[in-house]
Structure formats: C-alpha cells, structure tokens
C-alpha cells in the first residue's frame, strides 16, 4: 500500500518544488519532501522484493507439505495409482522446479510488484481528480479496459486441457528418462538417447506452441486497446497543454497532473495477470488433489485388535476385487490359509499373486466378499494393528538409502537380532551395519539384484523374530540363481516354521515343499493340495511343475531338497 501511494506522493513533491522555484520561494522544505519520498522509493522496493520472494518459497513450501501429507496419509494406496488424478499430481509435484511455469519465489515476485503497480496508478488517479473529475475516469478507464479486452491472453485456458496435461507428462517422462542412472542402461543399450531428446523437445515444443497460441489472442484486442489507451491520453495532455499555455494551471500543478496522468498507466494489464494464472494452476492442483485423494485413500478404520493373529485361519470369502479402472483381478475368490502353515501361491505373471498379498496388507479393500482372520473381517481390525502383525518381501520391495542396519530394521531392532537376520537369509557378509547401501554417500556401497533381496529377505525375518504372524513372500528369490533359491527356500522355512508364510513364485518347481500350493489362473483357484496331490492329479500343477523342472534335475538330499542345473 505505501509503495503503491508512492509515486502519486513523488509526483505532487515535484509540483511543489517547481512552484516554489517559480514562485522564488525558499526550497528547502519541497526538497527535504521531494527527497525523503524518493529515498522511501529507493529503500521500500528491495525489501518488497525479498519480502514478496521470501512468501513465494513459503508457499511453496507450505503447497509442498500439504501434498506431501495428502499422498502419504491416507492408510490404502489406491489414490496413488488413480489415473484421474495422475495428472494433478505431476503438476503438483514439480511445481516448483519450473518445468510447468516459474518457480512460486519468481512469480510472487510478479505479484507482488503488480499489485504496487495497481495500487500506485490508482493513486495517480485519485490526484487525477484535483485536476477535471472526468480525467481520472478517461485515464483509469481506458487502461482498466485492457485487463477486460486482453483476458484472453492472461488467462492460458488451454492449461488444464488433456493435451497440455498429456504433453507436460510425456516431456517429464522423457526428462526421467535421461536424467535419472536407472534407466541409463537400456536407453543407451537399444540406442533410444535420440528417441529421448524428441520426445522432450516434440512434447516441450508443442507445450511453448500452446501457449504462444494462447499470447497471439492478443493480437486483435491489443488494436482495441491502443486506440482506447492513446485516446485518452490524447484527449488528457491535450487538456492539460491548453489549460497550462492559457495560464488556466500552474506550472506546479502541470508537473503534478502530468506526472499523475503517466502514472496512471501502472493500472495496465501486465505481469500481475500472468503471474497469478500461473502460480493459481498448482496451488489449485494441490487443493483438488488434497479432496480428491483424501476418499481413494481410505479404508474403514478398524477398531478390534489383532494380537496373536492368525490363530486359527485367514479366508478369502467370495472375494471380489478390481483396481480402480480395471478389469476385476479376483472373482468370486474362495481360499483358506490354516494358521501356522505354509501355503504357496503358483501362478503365471498377472495371475493376481500379488494382488492376494497387497489386499492381505490391507492395502485395499475388495469390493465384494471378505477376508476373514479368524473368523473377523479384516475390515473390523485396526490396520495398524494388523500391519504389525504382518512381515513382507513384496516383488518390487524398496530399497532404502540407508544403512544396513535400518534397511533390515526400519522400525529398529536390537543389533543381535539384526544379525540374527541377516545370517538366517544368507546375508551376513554383505556389508557391516552401518554401511549406507547406496552410492553417492561417504563409503556407501550398492548391492546386486540377489544381494538386496536377501536384505529385504532379512528385514521380513527381523520382523518375524520380532513376532509377526502372518508373512507374505512375494517371488522373494526371483533374482537369486537356482543354488541360492534352494537354500534360501531352506532357510524361509526354517525361519518361519512358526508362522503363518504366503510364499508366491510363478515357478512351479520350487514351491514343493510348502504345506499346501494353490494355481492361481485369471484370479481363480484352479488347483489347491500337497505337492503329492496335485502331481498325482495330474493337472495343470503337472504340466507346469513338468515344463519348468526340466532344466533342473531335482536330487533329494539328507536335509531337503538341493536343485542341480543340467549341463
Ligand atoms: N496397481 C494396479 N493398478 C491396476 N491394475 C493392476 C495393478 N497391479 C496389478 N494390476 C493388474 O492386475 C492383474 C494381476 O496383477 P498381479 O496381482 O500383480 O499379478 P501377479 O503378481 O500374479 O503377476 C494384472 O492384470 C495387472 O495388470
Ligand atoms: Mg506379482
């Protein structure tokens, strides 16, 4: 407000100084005025600057918290795999790194000075109406009238359409792909480093053309405006060159009045309005995508507590369930797990394994059906409560940038146990506790595709020694060669003899020796029994086991089974 007030201020100090050397009047006042409103000037504007910078990084962060806690808040995941609202979050998530518009810092910045810039030309108007009452409205008027003629090109209507979303993705896509070490490999590999850079400069080109598109509105209306804008300027200094030669005003107020009447231009469509836009577009992805996720995300919150769950048996009732958008994965699905038993799950790729073991995470709920832990609803029971009571190797487990010690034992754990771990998934050399398992850190180190798995191995046996009662093992060997799936199937046995276990591998032939293996087909089951059982059966258990044991010859030995690859 007072930077606004500025200008108007600096414009009458300088009428008064020329009238009081006109007049031959002392000068020191006007000037001691004149000056104290210039330096006011000079000092408020870079403290406005940081101050309008420093809000913008505060929103930002501020924005960034909000989303932050609106994706990892809710207790399900389904919200994050939403395809509707995919695009929101790109857009919300890289707001601020200046790919989708500039960083908040800047644009506040914009903001700031226009809303000075408003304030300051209004002002201008306001000493305007000492002069003649109409001129201020002419003036006010006329560059007020380009904020309506020019919304057009402010305002990139196009922003939010699917093609500006669709490109704005591809090119950050295609940005991850050559930036990040991950897919590196490959992309040199099939040679698609070319196929990268059009990718991002096509869709980063067709982004620009949009909202170039979107400027040229402007062109038609800007004709409008200039001549609004230069005839009422015209029509004012005229006025203003009259009455000054007429002798109607004085030379003072003509510097006052002609200062006041450029000043007023500030009023003009600008900076504000395009800034504004911009910074609006994520703050509102992050508000619709706070309401939005908020319901994807939930699951009932249970009440009733799990300890020494399962005791008895978990079921699968008519389970039916679907990823949002999707086909259903489990139809009419019945199965029973006993309590303290092993039970393979064998299937082919897309089968629905792991859709059993995330929906046994209480990750999501089904739609139809239930699954019942001794008899309970899943539903009913506290999900923390259940969590903790479950210890998992998911298929795609995470890999934390940690040390050791923390990537067996996130929650912590005592060293010994750790150890314990370790050594139960064949681990125990890999590295010492506190060796961060990543590189880029002082001494860390990162491990091959076995190697980590038998760390993610060893944090679901932490959690069994730490009294979990449920363990799902989703195709938790499927980077070991063949000598170490044998022994590891050894030691997950071992280990968890006192557990509940869900061991998923679409391999057939190294699943004989769970309890019960159930084949899993399209979200069915199609077979359930013993090894002997179903071999004896003589179904698709037989024919897989059959196909897929054919390259290792299968030796029993004293303790278990060992698996020898044929020359
Ligand atoms: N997050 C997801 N969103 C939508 N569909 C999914 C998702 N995860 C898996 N699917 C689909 O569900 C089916 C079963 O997947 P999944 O349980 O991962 O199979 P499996 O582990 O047996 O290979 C597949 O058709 C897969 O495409
Ligand atoms: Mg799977």
Known sequence: MLRGALPAAFAIAMGVLVGAVQGGRPLIVPLAFAGAVFIVLQVLAPVHQALSANLGDRTAAWLYDRLTEACIAPPGMGHLENPALANDLVVARDFDLGMTGPPLFISMDFIAGGLVELIGGLACALVLFGYRWWAPLALAGSWLATHWLLRESGVWYDRNTPPVRAAQRDAEYAYRLAVDPGPAKEVRLFGLADWV??????????????????????????????????????????????????????????????????????????????????????????????????????????????????????????VTFAYPGGAPVLEHFDLVIPAGSSMAIVGQNGAGKTTL???LCRLYDPQAGAIEVDGIDLREIAIDAWRERVAAVFQDFIRFELPLRDNVAPNGAPDDLIYAALEAAGASRLARLDTVLARGYDDGTDLSGGQWQRVALARALCGVARGAGLVLLDEPTAQLDVRGEAEIFDRILTATRRSTTLLISHRFSTVRHANRICVLEHGRVVELGSHDELIALGGRYRTMFDLQAKRFAVVEGEEGMTYDVLA
């Not at 509105?217 to 609004?228: C, F, G, K, M």
């Not at 107020?253 to 504004?276: E, H, K, P, T």
């Open 197 to 318: 850079l059009e990718r991002f400069v096509a869709r980063r080109t067709l982004l620009h053309r949009l909202q170039y598109d979107a400027t040229r509105l402007r062109e038609q209306p800007l004709v409008w405006s200039t001549v609004l804008v230069v005839a009422a300027n015209v029509l004012v200094f005229w006025m203003l060159a009259r009455d000054a030669s007429s002798g109607r005003i004085s030379l003072g107020a003509l510097v006052v009045f002609a200062q006041a009447a450029v000043g007023v231009s500030m009023i003009a469509f600008g900076g504000l309005n395009w800034a504004l836009n911009g910074a609006a577009a994520p703050v509102a992805a992050v508000l619709r995508l706070e309401g939005a996720m908020r319901p994807s995300g939930t699951l009932a919150p249970g009440i009733r507590l799990a300890l020494g769950m399962p005791a008895h048996e978990i079921r699968f009732r008519d």
């Open 357 to 359: 073991a995330k929906l």
